[in-house]
């Protein structure tokens, strides 16, 4: 049983357990076919391809801000004492989603059905009762025996509410099936996904942890409170549900400004969220409501997002390429893309951030802008560009009044079920085309309302209805520029520079576009991605320095890199940081002190970590790499201790082994990890790359082929593959492989280049032709053309 001091414990939907990024999953291993792998930063990315380095200068500093008055830093005090000057917000928190975000269980919290009903789904059965005040669930547990588990709190009160279950050490844990509020029923929250006992998803895994997922977006003042050497918790927070104090920052010194009225800035609060720029509010909000990995214990109100979370970009796996909400990612990255984000819309415009609500009934919210005088009536918006125009009309929805299709919701923000019936809007406030959208691939509201042969009618009457604007000259548009760069199309490059040298190219879709370039390198691309490490957007800079890592080697690459470790914002500092540590080995002259600093931050983050296996993993890579060899066994076993499943730091362990003359107990434990999960493509590929390193190809190839099969769409499995069918005297099989492989990866160099030298290999010239005319399409100026 966790204490509580106001304590917390629970996966948070706010911090998916599928976010795979930089500081948290570094999934992917090396291709290296003849010689150990050995540890290092396991990221996708090609080998660097020389090109010349462009100087940089420093990176853009956000303008300083005053600073307060020097006071004792803010604490938390009991809310309560917020009630007597905020009657009013007060009132509107009361019964909202934010005050219930989180309850203990009683007969008065708990909304689902506890009289001895039974559930079953996915080949397990769960019970739900009660024993006197006590609310209780009988479920396989992580060893798949039925058994009693006590619910400690309630998540949520509509459309579901999910239930939290105390397992000991201070865990909480996210039980996977919940309450539906509407329909009155229990349903599981991954339905047909085989989610048992031996699925990561299952409700006893370290994915469904709240300490680490949950409970920090659920609650105020919230500390997971991990201790690595006990493995356990003892996670606090200042009061259930998202309080004043969870937007606001700790009271207590705004508490000494009412009695005092002294000269606090803010009012003795760290931020202000009224301020004319709209940043301090969108990241508060963003804290919860966006796709990020953490890379603290909580976070410090008034500093910049990226001081504490890494937030997404808009990758292909979370949205879709228009940038509509594919995966579920929350609200501010798709805001973030917006028109109205640039023009400074904050999340206060629309929404009453106390009551949850809508600030206006239907499409008043939206006429606030979008109205007959073509002026907004809300401060600090930016109007220039609106049109006077009755929005609110059947000629403009085309749609008869108070039907589906005449909110603007309804076209302009279509949405998403997630956890199964929690419908949620898209808030890149698109305009529909279903004409484009069926070229691209893409959601659309009309094609979602009017589908089937409907949704041809409705294709053709879209094109008549905007025939006028046809033809109108508009700049290449970013969801057509990506669907080109990301199927390897005649243009891409092009398209790609294009857009990178747009100045108002929204930061997350720039940030994005700089992730795709180590696909299309040229003096070019080495030039705009050498631009963007000024970028006054910290995401922007983030993405640019990897984007230069991918270009050139260490050397080459440290002098535009080293002003980055004393950029402003934390996670800028630390990919700087992690990303010149072969260099620093040997020296960075002046810049050395501040690579220290930044690499010590680097390292901080991942003990902040600690209860998850990525971060033991990343520890054991930093310590490698810094030759603090003894440590580095003890971490990759306390990582798989965090996560038996978690291979990549089972397949580490093993190359650790190996190298270290170990290679038999190495071995022993792969085939053992092979057997209890032989659908894993990664071991599979891992044993395959094992038995080549010892001189046995025929025998790995078994293993190889069953990793690519496993997942067709990984491209180091199919060129792995390849390369080995082609060592072998295959290379009729080889250049099948890499053609199966440029189908699913058009972008794919590796795949390119091998398969064109395989085909000159087997005197198939004009098939090499083609591939090269295609790639001279691609990016006329890949060095590799040279």
Not at 6 to 26: E, G
Not at 337 to 352: A, I, T, W
Not at 571 to 591: E, N, P, Q
Not at 742 to 752: C, E, H, Y
Request: aromatic letters at 8%; proline letters at 6%.
């Amino acid at each position: 049983m966790p204490k509580h001091k106001n304590k917390a414990a629970t996966p948070n939907p706010d911090s998916q357990p599928t976010l795979i990024n930089r500081y948290l999953f570094p999934v992917t291993i090396g291709i290296l076919l003849l010689a150990v792998a050995g540890i290092g930063w396991f990221l996708l990315s090609s080998t660097p391809t020389p090109l010349k380095p462009v100087p940089v200068s420093a990176p853009v500093v956000e303008p300083a801000k005053p600073q307060p008055v020097a006071v004792a830093p803010a604490k938390m005090v009991d809310e309560q004492q917020c009630q007597g000057c905020h009657g009013e917000q007060v009132k509107d928190w009361q019964g909202s989603h934010h005050q219930l975000a989180m309850q203990p269980a009683n007969a008065d919290t708990l909304l689902g059905d506890f009289n001895n009903v039974t559930f079953k789904a996915e080949k397990e059965t769960t019970v739900f009762s009660r024993k006197g005040d006590e609310f209780w669930v009988n479920t396989p547990g992580i060893d798949g025996k039925n058994a009693d588990f006590k619910v400690a709190y309630a998540f949520g009160i509509a459309p579901l509410q999910q239930y939290l279950i105390e397992v000991g050490e201070g865990r909480l844990q996210a039980l996977g099936i919940a309450w539906d509020t509407e329909k009155h029923r229990w349903f599981h929250l991954y339905p047909g996904q085989g989610v048992n006992f031996k699925n990561p998803l299952h409700w006893s895994k370290p994915s469904q942890n709240a300490n680490f997922m949950c409970v920090e977006c659920h609650t105020t003042g919230f500390k997971r409170n991990f201790d690595a050497a006990k493995n356990t918790f003892d996670s606090h927070w200042n009061s259930l549900g998202v309080g004043c104090q969870a937007c606001h920052g700790p009271a207590s010194n705004h508490l000494e400004w009412t009695a005092k009225k002294t000269d606090l800035i803010h009012a003795g609060f760290a931020v202000d969220l009224k301020d004319k720029n709209a940043t301090g509010e969108i990241e508060t909000c963003a804290r919860c409501h966006s796709r990020r990995a953490p890379l603290d214990d909580g976070f410090t109100v008034g500093k910049r997002l990226m001081d504490d979370y890494l937030p997404s970009v808009l990758t292909r796996e979370l949205y879709a390429l228009d940038g509509k909400i594919k995966d579920e990612v929350f609200e501010h990255g798709s805001f973030a893309q917006s028109k109205m984000f640039d023009k400074g819309v904050r999340c206060s415009n629309c929404h009453n951030p106390h009551s949850t609500q809508l600030k206006a009934p239907g499409n008043g919210v939206c006429l606030q802008c979008h109205n007959t005088a073509g002026k907004t009536t809300v401060e600090g918006v930016d109007g220039k560009g609106l049109q006077a125009k009755n929005y609110d009309s059947i000629e403009h929805t085309r749609h008869t009044m108070g039907q589906p299709g005449s909110q603007c919701v309804d076209c302009h923000m279509p949405g998403k079920f997630y956890m199964g019936n929690d419908f949620r809007h898209d808030h890149s406030f698109s305009i529909p085309n279903p004409e484009r959208a069926k070229k691209l691939g893409t959601p659309d509201a009309c094609l979602t309302c009017h589908q089937g042969k409907a949704g041809d009618k409705v294709t053709e009457q879209f094109k008549l209805w905007n025939s006028a604007n046809a033809s109108a000259l508009q700049a290449p548009r970013y969801d057509e520029s990506l669907w080109l760069i990301r199927n390897g199309q005649a243009g891409a490059a092009e398209a790609l520079f294009e857009q990178l040298q747009r100045s108002n190219l929204p930061a997350i879709q720039r940030a994005t576009l700089l992730a795709e370039l180590p696909a299309y390198p040229s003096e070019q691309a080495l030039k705009l991605a050498t631009k963007d490490l000024n970028n006054p957007a910290p995401q922007v800079r983030e993405s640019a320095i990897r984007a230069i890592s991918a270009f050139l080697p260490p050397p080459e690459r440290a002098p535009l890199l080293t002003p980055l470790l004393n950029d402003p914002v934390r996670a800028v500092r630390i990919a700087a940081a992690r990303d010149l540590l072969s260099v620093a080995r040997t020296g960075l002259g002046t810049a050395q002190d501040s690579w220290n600093s930044a690499i010590a931050e680097y390292e901080t983050v991942q003990k902040n970590l600690l209860e998850r296996a990525e971060a033991n993993l990343n520890l054991a890579m930093l310590y490698q790499a810094s030759g603090r060899n003894a440590e580095v066994e003890g971490l990759l076993r306390t990582a798989l201790q965090r996560d038996p499943d978690f291979y990549p730091a089972l397949v580490t362990l093993v190359q650790w082994l190996e190298a270290n003359g170990r290679s038999q107990e190495g071995h022993a434990l792969l085939a053992q990890s092979l057997k209890d999960h032989p659908d894993s493509g990664l071991l599979q590929h891992t044993q395959g790359l094992a038995l080549i390193r010892a001189g046995q190809a025929a025998q790995a190839m078994p293993y190889l082929r069953k990793a690519a099969q496993l997942e067709p769409q990984s491209g180091q499995f199919g060129y792995v593959l390849a390369v080995a069918l082609h060592d072998s005297g295959k290379i009729d099989e080889a250049c099948e492989e890499l053609e199966r492989l440029l189908k699913v990866q058009p972008a794919n160099r590796n795949a390119r280049l091998s398969l064109m030298q395989y085909y000159l290999d087997n005197g198939h010239e004009p098939k090499a032709q083609v591939l090269l005319q295609g790639w001279k399409k691609m990016n006329m100026g890949d060095p590799a053309l040279k």
